[in-house]
């Protein structure tokens, strides 16, 4: 054997060992095995025996490697790493980790994907959705509750109330509905579609707030009170944390309870002294009971030893003495309810604290947990059930609407904004479904929420965007035929709320994901931050594979950057298998640039939030991309949705790669180093072809079971606006051979326009009957009425005092011109 030879043969052995993960023992025992080759042919002497064992044995001889090594990398570390504050430690703690902690592993297992259990709706939830669901939105009137009452009309506020739709997530015992997660996202997704309004005052009281609180943490008396009378709808919750001074930095809210002795009921008791100013409070303009947060102070030890307990929550019932309800914010012209709270100096027993004394100061950490389960529901359903009517709206839209002679959703340059919707809408629904799941299977997950809040409602904008250029004009003039401005109007809400969205992406997806998903950061941190043999040996444990984990994922980078990935596992065979190969690549290289970022960067990697965004982008992505095959998987593995599948997988990859280039070209000379590791020959993944496009965008065009599929659990009955268009699509398709065979007998060809004119033609010609006139005339009717929009006289948009003013001005002159006309 030659020496070349046996030094690549070592080289095999170490990287396969690597690339495989083997352990340390393992590994050590190839190293000596391909030595004894070496010596074998005369290769190895003495002195590369001697360096390997000042290699192998400290590693492998714990006493030497934990007692010497890892305490010097010990004491290095705590020097380095800041500590975690307190918030973050709750922020932490608070989440759980679940198929995400897969894909920062750098070798993701596929079929711990596929075993995840399939997302199913009981027959009771199905029933609500096709019940009740259904006929609130047919009760909706969304330019009604926005132009003429800013607010929803009465009878759809008592049908919400009588058929629990506040009580989705109280358990059955109190009255409530116990749906599933996933139940509640599909009746979110439906309402979305009709209203925005209303899916905003439903998601609330089930998402952060009273209910919730209450279930996990109240006392049994607490309990016993709230939620019955929250599930029939007799109390209407708000939750109030944001203040003036404090909105993304919530943890400094100036807002205090001061535990003191005072009169309740006639009595002196011992309770808390409450001084607060709030804004932005969803519902808080029609709340009977006030779930709020303030810095909770015990000056005068009536409680125990502490004055700072910190951050806690408290139900306060409306009618309390001291507490003002405001008046109501304006929010972007969807005027749901929401508004401002004060209090002065509000006294209120400690039994109003949620789950009691006991739970004084723990109020961060139980709004930390639950809002890490409700914002994977409620804004990512929102926002994919915006995007599925939207989606197949644009599409009937478009074909409906001709320009040039063409229906305009036949031209490449809107079949770029279609395909962008229709693949949009398969991979929110992909994220939403695969998200409520994980929560249905018991998981809190803080990055996953955090990632489908961000993407999704992100989508939503750009989705809302494509459907506004495609509608042009129709989608500009407001009025009950507009189904489109109140939405579009209304995204930045969903972007701001609940973590807004460049705080989301820039410090909470990576930051906990960095820390939570990780298999030995974490562990690295509490170990340094406890003493003794103890922590010493967690460290060592942690450490150490750490550097393994570290070096075999530069082995798997360089190994599938060569073009390895395309011979890395997949579960599947067919169309599908190159993006699990190209996932094991993008999954290799997080872990890796996440070791070198933490690396280089340590603590400042918080403060350096453009590289921590775009770590987080390449975990979003490699997220989204495992949802959408999921969909795929368990839907069947249809045929015809494959386009849909290519589109949202093709966007998601190739839209990591750029997070991923962008990261490199700003990392300084790492990221040039770990280029030439990661891309030696260039970019590997490309965005959607045209012709992909084509094929997705005819998908929305018309009706098919693809389409049925992804609009599947939208309100699309024929009394709402989407309904309405489904069916004048189907007429319009229909109408076009009936229009076609009176041009031949005419030998001409007809513009698909005066439908009416040309059906009263073809019956003269007697090439149309009865049947084929009344359709004509119907599609006629349902053409204008899509196409159409509305005109108001000023005084119908006049709003406010001036409004007022007109009303009375015009009353007046009414009562004179009554009085003239008497007279004479
Ligand atoms: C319609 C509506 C309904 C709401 N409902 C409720 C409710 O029911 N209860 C409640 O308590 N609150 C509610 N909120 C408050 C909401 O949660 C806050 O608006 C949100 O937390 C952001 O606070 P802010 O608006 O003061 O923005 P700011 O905190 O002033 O942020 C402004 C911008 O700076 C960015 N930013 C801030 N800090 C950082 C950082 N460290 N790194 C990077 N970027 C940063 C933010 O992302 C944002 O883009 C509601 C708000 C609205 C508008």
Not at 550 to 569: H, I, W
Not at 613 to 633: H, N, P, Q, V, W
Request: with cysteine.
């Amino acid at each position: 054997m030659s020496v070349a030879l046996w030094i690549i043969a070592t080289l095999a052995v170490l990287g396969g060992c690597l690339y495989y993960r083997a352990s340390l023992l393992v590994s050590s025992l190839a190293l000596v095995g391909i030595f004894a080759v070496g010596s074998f042919f005369d290769i190895v002497g003495v002195v590369l025996w001697v360096l390997l064992a000042i290699v192998l044995v400290p590693l492998n001889f714990t006493p030497i490697r934990r007692g010497v090594i890892a305490k010097k990398l010990l004491g290095m570390y705590r020097k380095v790493m800041p500590e975690i504050s307190e918030t973050e430690k709750d922020a932490i703690d608070a989440g759980t980790t679940w198929f995400e902690g897969e894909l920062f592993r750098g070798a993701p297992d596929w079929n711990k994907l596929h075993s995840i259990q399939k997302a199913e709706l009981t027959a009771e939830e199905q029933a609500f959705l096709d019940g009740p669901c259904e006929e609130v939105c047919k009760m909706m009137d969304d330019w009604q509750a926005t132009h003429e009452l800013a607010d929803m009309s009465p009878e759809v506020w008592q049908y919400l109330k009588d058929k629990k739709f506040f009580a989705m997530i109280i358990k059955k015992e109190f009255g409530g509905l116990e749906f599933s997660a996933y139940a509640q996202s599909r009746v979110l997704q439906k309402l979305a579609g009709v209203s925005t309004i209303l899916a905003s005052t439903v998601g609330v009281p089930n998402s952060l707030g009273p209910g919730e609180l209450l279930q996990h943490y109240g006392t049994q008396e607490q309990k016993d009170h709230y939620l019955p009378r929250l599930a029939n709808g007799d109390e209407i919750p708000c939750f109030a944390l944001t203040s003036p001074e404090a909105g993304s930095d919530a943890g400094s809210i100036p807002d205090t309870g001061v535990i003191c002795k005072g009169e309740w009921n006639g009595e002196e008791i011992v309770g808390i002294r409450l001084n607060f100013n709030k804004r932005y409070i969803t519902l808080a303009p029609v709340a009977t009971v006030l779930g709020l947060a303030f810095k909770l102070y015990d000056p005068e030890h009536l409680i125990g030893s502490k004055e700072e307990l910190g951050i806690t929550a408290a139900l306060i019932p409306r009618e309390t003495k001291g507490v003002e309800i405001g008046r109501r914010h304006f929010p972007l012209n969807v005027p749901f309810m929401n508004g401002p709270i004060k209090g002065k100096d509000v006294f209120v027993p400690l039994s109003y604290i949620i789950g009691g004394e006991k739970m004084a100061g723990k109020g961060w950490r139980m709004l930390v947990e639950c809002l890490s389960v409700g914002r994977a529901i409620t804004l990512p359903s929102n926002s994919a059930g915006g995007v599925k009517s939207i989606a197949l709206a644009t599409g009937a839209y478009s074909y409906i609407r001709r320009q040039f002679r063409l229906p305009i959703g036949k031209m490449e340059g809107v079949q770029e904004a279609l395909a962008r919707l229709a693949g949009n809408a398969y991979l929110m629904d992909a994220v939403t479904t695969f998200s409520t799941k994980g929560v249905d299977l018991g998981e809190k997950p803080s990055v996953i929420s955090a990632i489908a809040k961000y993407h999704l409602t992100e989508k939503l904008r750009a989705c809302m965007d494509d459907a506004m250029d495609v509608h042009g004009g129709k989608g500009i003039c407001l009025g009950p035929n507009n189904y489109l401005g109140r939405g579009y109007q209304g995204v930045p809400i969903a972007i701001t709320v609940e973590g807004a969205n460049i705080l989301t992406r820039n410090l909470m997806i990576y930051g906990q994901g960095a820390i939570r998903c990780h298999p030995y950061v974490l562990e690295e941190m509490l170990a340094s931050a406890e003493h003794g043999p103890e922590a010493l040996a967690r460290f060592d444990k942690a450490i150490f594979g750490h550097i393994g984990f570290g070096a075999s994922n530069f082995v798997r980078s360089l190994v599938l950057g060569l073009g390895g990935y395309r011979f890395s596992k997949a579960p599947f065979s067919d169309s599908t298998k190159r993006y699990y190969q190209q996932m094991n690549r993008f999954s290799a290289n997080l872990a890796l640039l996440s070791d070198v970022a933490m690396g280089v960067l340590g603590g400042e990697l918080k403060r350096k939030q453009r590289i921590s965004a775009r770590l987080g982008d390449m975990l979003s992505y490699l997220y989204i991309a495992s949802a959408t095959l999921k969909r795929f998987e368990d839907q069947g593995r249809q045929r015809d949705d494959l386009p849909l599948l290519h589109w949202a997988m093709q966007d998601s990859l190739y839209k990591l790669q750029e997070a991923q280039l962008s990261l490199l070209d700003n990392f300084g000379a790492v990221g040039s180093t770990m280029r030439v590791v990661m891309y030696p020959f260039g970019r590997f993944v490309k965005r959607p072809s045209d012709s992909l496009d084509r094929k997705v965008a005819k998908i929305l065009l018309q009706p098919n079971a693809s389409r049925d599929r992804l609009g599947e659990g939208q309100f699309l009955s024929a009394d709402g606006q989407f309904g309405y268009l489904e069916q004048t699509l189907r007429d319009v398709i229909a109408a076009e051979a009936l229009v076609a065979k009176v041009g031949k007998a005419q030998n001409k060809r007809l513009a698909f326009m005066f439908l009416d004119k040309i059906a009263e033609e073809g019956k003269e010609l007697g090439v149309l009957n009865d049947d084929d006139v009344a359709l004509l005339k119907r599609t006629e009717e349902g053409r204008l009425r899509v196409i159409n929009v509305d005109d108001f006289a000023t005084e119908d948009l006049m709003a406010g005092k001036a409004a007022h003013e007109w009303a009375l001005e015009n009353a007046e002159a009414q009562a004179k011109a009554s009085k003239k006309s008497n007279a004479a």
